[in-house]
């Protein structure tokens, strides 16, 4: 079985400033995907970045990257340049392989102040 | 290229009536999703679709839960009869195959049962 961990429920960060969310995951497969989704109040859920575990290289898109520590399995989204239209849930998601399901942690709320 | 159509986005029931949920995924992709979020949770998977197939059902409380995906297509997702805790946002996805990590996923129906 696998399990991702959100622990952080909140968090605030300054518009224009750096704010990191954590997340920690579980599984027994070796190659996988992580995903941090963000779910503004529309609701649509919209996939921010992704990682392949049999990369090395950190994954990054624009104003966003991620610390991907495979040993510790540990993989956190940062977000650079802060900006209003950031304001929202982010899940952490980990799909084990073909024919799996797609994990999701309980996410975590993040607002922009201006 | 349009994405996952869901209808309708609010539904507002009394416990112990029928709902039904549409969902049009983006074309040529042969999986379909439905999932449930609850308030302040990330989405957890109920179905999944290989084309007309449901090939992993096993979240799905089949007492009062129902889906179909005629002709690999359009799905539908049924609830009857509706209990209070039934309330919660019922989102579809889809992506090309069940091999494919991307998941695209609608808007979402938010659904009250009172």
């Known amino acids: 079985a696998q399990t991702v961990t959100q622990s952080q429920p909140e968090m605030s960060v300054q518009e224009a400033e750096t704010v990191t969310l954590s997340c920690t995951y579980d599984?027994?497969?070796?190659?996988?995907?992580l995903f941090w989704y963000k779910q503004p109040p529309s609701r649509q859920m919209i996939l921010v970045i992704r990682?392949?575990?049999?990369?090395?290289q950190n994954a990054t898109e624009n104003r966003f990257s991620v610390n991907f520590q495979k040993a510790a399995k540990s993989f956190s989204l940062k977000i650079s340049d802060s900006q209003l239209g950031d304001t929202a849930m982010y899940f952490c998601?980990?799909?084990?392989?073909?024919?799996?399901?797609?994990?999701f942690g309980k996410g975590i709320t993040l607002s922009v102040r201006p | 290229e349009a994405g996952v159509v869901q209808s309708p986005r609010y539904k507002i029931i009394e416990k112990k009536q029928p709902v039904a949920f549409w969902c049009n995924p983006i074309?040529?992709?042969?999986?379909l999703y439905w999932y449930r979020q609850n308030l302040g949770q990330g989405p957890e998977l109920l179905i999944r679709?290989?084309?007309?197939?449901?090939?992993?059902d096993s979240q799905l409380p089949k007492d009062r839960f129902s889906a179909e995906r005629l002709k690999g297509v359009d799905s539908t997702l049924k609830i009857q009869p509706a209990e209070l805790g039934d309330s919660a946002v019922y989102l579809c996805?889809?992506?090309?195959?069940?091999?494919?990590?991307?998941?695209?996923f609608g808007p979402g129906t938010r659904l009250t049962v009172t």
């Open positions: 679709y290989e084309n007309e197939e449901a090939v992993d």
């Open positions: 996805a889809s992506s090309l195959s069940s091999g494919t990590h991307e998941q695209y």
């Open positions: 990682q392949e575990a049999y990369k090395q």
């Open positions: 998601a980990l799909f084990p392989g073909a024919n799996s399901k797609l994990t």
């Open positions: 599984t027994s497969e070796s190659n996988y995907y």
């Open positions: 074309s040529g992709h042969n999986t």
